[in-house]
């Protein structure tokens, strides 16, 4: 009997979490990034625009590149990220309603206490990244298009750097999220561009702290924009248009700037005044 | 050595607490896992069998393939499945993307190879040993499948053990059809992912020690069943 019985354990097992497994009846999926899930923000704001909607939310968190390629295929409602110029182009070629400003926070450059390039306290993050390249100190990238990897990028070459011919010597690509970048670079002693956020709430920092901030091109603008419902006819438009009008009102703002970690605000909101109350108060 | 042992508290505070996200999370890994293998197990065995009995051109060529699959990446598996069932994909009107109906048609892929491949050693090796006999009672090797099938049955468990090890202990696959969504899509190795990247080391080791106990209950249910099920039957251990 043993099959057989090993199939009805098995089986008996797995009825147990149905419910776990079970969907919600309207729920959207928001395509966002590591930043926003890994510092806990949407943990926090998400039950609030549930109690107010009655929509539920999941979030699928990945970089902002893939998070933009998921909406694109239509497997997103909501997109929720943070490269201004991917989102633009992303509404521009229709596959998105209109972008919206939501919030912003900032990048800073950590580094190991003992900071080999002497960066620490520049006011310019140019200058930073041209003293690491000169003395070819080490530097973890995330390496994996998304939205801080962009940023990096784009830092790089206001600096008139490029790392590239660096890539595997002191330049390191690791291709992955923000957090594993960080235990890479925690681990090898390196420098690395992160937004604050993760900075923040990231547990396992070894010897690195936080040498660089406070420059202007340091900004860091995030955007919210629902998935065209003309170009994925199955995209949630009530229930995503419901999470976009929250996230942009009054209520869904103050949830943002009320979010802290140890004490400290992660995420300031900005969105532009004006923008209609949640659609559908109190269902 | 500090950080070790914050994993073994955080893996006792866990279990002890009985954290209702952590059962939760717990319980969506054996489903997954335990579905995927209950639907290997269906195609695999007796696919593996009839492997294993039967002669035809360029069956050398296909036990190399299923051999092979065995070592399939996670993260392929994941990513072909992702691409079929996304909604720009052909079966994208299913709406399984991001649902454990997605996670448990990776895992079966995954592991139906496993099953397949182990299955059709042991059936191969018992055939072997009773082949005369079987013929002599007129048994044509493929209406023998049952017969050895059930014959091997001891010796299947481990196999099917060894497809439940690798579905439960992936998460290349599953973080992609998945999403880790926190309370719909969320298992044991993906939340690990997510404990790692967020840098709290102690607590992902913690989690990893759950898995561990979750996988050594489930190895000795599994062992217990089958004790049980010899002594019924009066028989000896076969493996």
């Known amino acids: 009997m043993g099959l057989i019985r090993l199939a009805i354990l098995v089986t008996s097992l797995g009825l147990l979490p149905t419910a776990v497994a079970g969907d919600d009846p309207v729920a959207i999926t928001i395509a966002s990034t590591t930043s926003t899930e890994n510092s806990g923000l949407l943990d926090a704001i998400l039950p609030r625009f549930t109690a107010r909607t009655g929509f539920g939310a999941r979030v699928v968190a990945v970089g902002t590149g893939q998070a933009i390629r998921l909406a694109r295929r239509g497997d997103a409602d909501v997109l929720f990220v943070h490269d201004r110029a991917s989102e633009e182009r992303f509404v521009s070629d229709g596959f998105g309603v209109e972008r919206y400003d939501v919030m912003y926070n900032d990048y800073v450059v950590v580094g190991p206490a003992s900071d080999p390039a002497r960066i620490r306290g520049l006011s310019s993050v140019e200058e930073a990244l041209r003293t690491i390249a000169a003395t070819r100190s080490p530097f973890v990238s995330r390496g994996d298009d998304s939205g801080t990897h962009k940023a990096e990028l784009r830092l790089w070459k206001a600096a008139g750097v490029n790392p590239k011919p660096a890539s595997g010597s002191w330049y390191r690509e690791t291709g992955q999220g923000q957090g594993a970048t960080l235990n890479v670079a925690s681990g090898m002693g390196a420098y690395m561009f992160v937004d604050r956020g993760t900075w923040i709430s990231f547990k396992n920092r070894g010897d690195l702290e936080l040498l660089v901030e406070g420059d202007p091109m340091l900004f860091n603008q995030y955007g919210v924009v629902l998935v065209n419902p003309e170009k994925h006819p199955h995209v949630q438009a009530e229930a995503g248009q419901a999470f976009v009008d929250w996230v942009l009102s009054p209520e869904g703002q103050d949830a943002i700037g009320a979010f802290r970690v140890e004490g400290q605000a992660l995420f300031v909101p900005n969105a532009r005044p004006g923008k209609p109350e949640p659609a559908t108060p109190g269902r | ?239």
């Open chain 2, 1 to 239: 050595m500090q950080s070790l042992a914050d994993a073994f508290r955080a893996a006792f505070g866990l279990v002890v607490g009985l954290d209702p996200d952590l059962l939760a999370i717990v319980g969506l890994s054996l489903w997954v896992s335990g579905t995927s293998l209950v639907l290997a197990s269906l195609i695999g065995l007796p696919a593996g069998a009839a492997l294993a009995l039967t002669r035809f051109p360029g069956r050398r060529l296909v036990i190399v393939l299923v051999n092979a699959l065995m070592g399939l990446p996670p993260v392929v598996v994941g990513l072909l499945v992702y691409l079929v069932l996304s909604r720009a994909g052909p079966l994208g009107g299913l709406g399984w993307l991001f649902t454990p109906k997605a996670m448990i048609v990776a895992q079966w892929l995954l592991i139906t190879p496993i099953v397949m491949a182990l299955s059709r050693q042991v059936v191969e090796d018992l055939w072997a040993e009773y082949a005369e006999q079987l013929a002599s009672l007129g048994a044509s090797p493929l209406r023998a499948i049952p017969t050895l099938l059930w014959d091997g049955r001891y010796s299947l468990f481990t196999t099917v053990l060894a497809g439940f090890g690798r579905a439960v202990g992936e998460v290349g696959a599953v973080i992609v059809v998945g999403g880790n969504i926190a309370h719909a899509t969320r298992v044991m190795t993906t939340a690990i992912a997510l404990e790692t990247s967020k840098g709290d080391l102690p607590l992902a080791l913690g989690l990893g020690f759950v898995l561990l106990g979750v996988a050594v209950a489930v190895n000795a249910a599994a062992a217990l069943v089958r004790e049980i099920g010899a002594r019924q039957e009066g028989q000896s251990w076969r493996s």
